[in-house]
């Protein structure tokens, strides 16, 4: 009797154990798919709105097959991951239409990588690009600042140039994404006056390469009175030149600074935890208090209330990465520059000191960037650890919205300026002179002395992209690493 119970035993273990192998086997994507199957998988994971896409719901499929067979609809990753987002850019792309504005996906994540650290393949020309007039078919193109060390810096070409066309093209709304894509190609120049614009024969011969830009621009100080008003251009947050950005503090304290003047105004973003070491340059005195709070999808916020509140916080801290000191300014009032190229990162330095010191903030509205990504990876959890090798893909899908200490993060609309001041095409001036429009208000407001250089109403020229919002992934604001253990929650 015994030896019979432990032979049914013995069978219905076995066939329970080739039942899961079988089951197991049918899990596994299809060689075809499995592409596909990362990116359903991170989503329906991680994504911010994935409770409003249908397709990710967690019970969208009866089973395995049902999976693969929506899967295998999508010949190309490309088009599922678009079609998984909440309406995105690329399918809602009227003016206020769409939801996700910044979710993208790369077929080789070493390209992402450098992106996100800064390097781009570049020839050092950092512009804006307007349409022309009311019709919005024409653009032309204005430089804002040169890149040290590009092919652009060895060129006859500056901050407030002009271009009309491409190697004689003129620039459209339809063609201008596809001739500043090329590797190398000839700016065909043009004069201001007035609102008019006119060719005037120059050109300039540009060609790309990869660059790593330090986003340290310029650092220095502007002596008047009895103020010392450090003055900084910062373009751009990326975690490899952080030492560089903590020097560039250590000199402003070293020279005892009575003020300062943050310049954001072509800053797109980068690392929330740089943003966050940022703000603690520019203070000091909040060290371990809350900079930022992280608000996540309904499953991820559970497993954080669960297992590791501090995980959705950012706090303010006194060392870098690498453990050394922060060279902090103490400050209780700043003042910041900004325009509508200011995004993400950027703003969240403006939003999460605003509860802690006076930030005054001057130039024009920011774009409205207050929802952050991650990248993630083919792998088991989504890292770099035991990546699939049979591909390359990875994604950089918005996963959070990002609030201050009191919980405010709604400015989708961009950040409101307390002094509107919109850069004059005409007038652009020199960046870090004092004579500098934007520059020159800031000292003046600081002074209060009255030598706020008046300033002319600039033609109104809509604003169409920038030189980073044409590279996809380079206006992102992103954390640095997947959240430990939450790869687990994964429904397929």
């Known amino acids: 009797m015994k030896n019979s119970v432990k032979l049914l035993f013995f069978l219905f273990l076995l066939c329970f154990t080739l039942q899961s192998c079988e089951d197991n086997n049918d899990n596994a994507p299809a060689a075809n798919i499995e592409v596909q199957d990362f990116i359903w998988k991170g989503l329906n994971l991680y994504y911010l709105w994935q409770t409003d ?252 209330k669960a297992n590791n509140t501090s995980g959705i916080l950012n706090l303010f801290t006194n060392t870098l990465e690498n453990n050394s000191a922060i060279n902090s300014l103490n400050l209780s009032k700043i003042y910041i520059l900004t325009t509508r190229s200011t995004a993400s990162a950027s703003e969240l330095v403006i939003n999460g000191l605003k509860p802690y010191i006076n930030v005054v903030q001057i130039g024009d509205y920011t774009i409205g960037k207050n929802v952050g990504s991650i990248t993630l990876y083919d792998s088991p959890t989504f890292t770099k650890l035991n990546l699939n090798p049979h591909h390359k893909y990875a994604m950089q899908p918005l996963v959070l919205k990002i609030v201050n200490k009191v919980g405010f993060g709604d400015y989708v609309n961009g950040l409101v300026p307390d002094h509107l001041l919109k850069e004059d095409l005409g007038n652009l001036g020199v960046l870090g002179e004092t004579s500098e429009p934007l520059l020159s208000n800031a000292i003046g407001i600081i002074t209060a002395n009255g030598r706020m250089m008046k300033q002319n109403q600039p033609a109104n020229f809509e604003n169409l992209t920038d030189s980073k919002s044409i590279t996809k992934g380079r206006n992102d604001m992103y954390i640095d690493k997947v959240p430990e253990g939450i790869s687990n929650l994964i429904q397929q």
């Open 53 to 304: 896409v249908a397709n990710l719901g967690d019970k969208r499929f009866t089973d395995q097959k049902d999976f693969n067979n929506f899967l295998l609809g999508y010949t190309d990753p490309e088009n599922l991951f678009q079609n998984l987002l909440n309406k995105p850019v690329s399918l809602f792309p009227a003016s206020g239409e769409a939801i996700d504005r910044f979710s993208v996906i790369f077929s080789d994540y070493t390209q992402l990588e450098g992106i996100l650290s800064g390097t781009t393949k570049n020839n050092g020309v950092d512009f804006s690009l307007y349409y022309k007039d009311a019709s919005r078919t024409t653009v032309i193109g204005v430089v804002r600042y040169i890149i040290p060390n590009s092919d652009a810096a060895t060129k006859n070409i500056f901050r407030g140039d002009i271009f009309y066309a491409i190697n004689g093209e003129t620039l459209t709304g339809s063609n201008y994404r596809t001739l500043l894509n090329l590797d190398s190609f000839t700016f065909n120049l043009a004069d201001y006056n007035g609102g008019n614009f006119s060719p005037n024969g120059r050109s300039v011969d540009l060609t790309k390469s990869v660059l790593s830009e330090n986003p340290v621009l310029l650092n220095k100080v502007i002596t008047i009175g009895s103020h010392r008003i450090g003055y900084l251009i910062y373009t751009g947050f990326y975690p490899n030149f952080e030492t560089q950005l903590n020097a560039a503090f250590g000199q402003l304290k070293a020279e005892g600074v009575t003020d300062f003047v943050l310049d954001l105004r072509y800053n797109s973003g980068g690392s929330v935890a740089t943003a966050t070491r940022l703000a603690s340059m520019i203070t000091g005195q909040f060290t371990d208090q809350v900079f930022a709070q992280q608000q996540w999808n309904t499953k991820v916020e559970a497993y954080f």
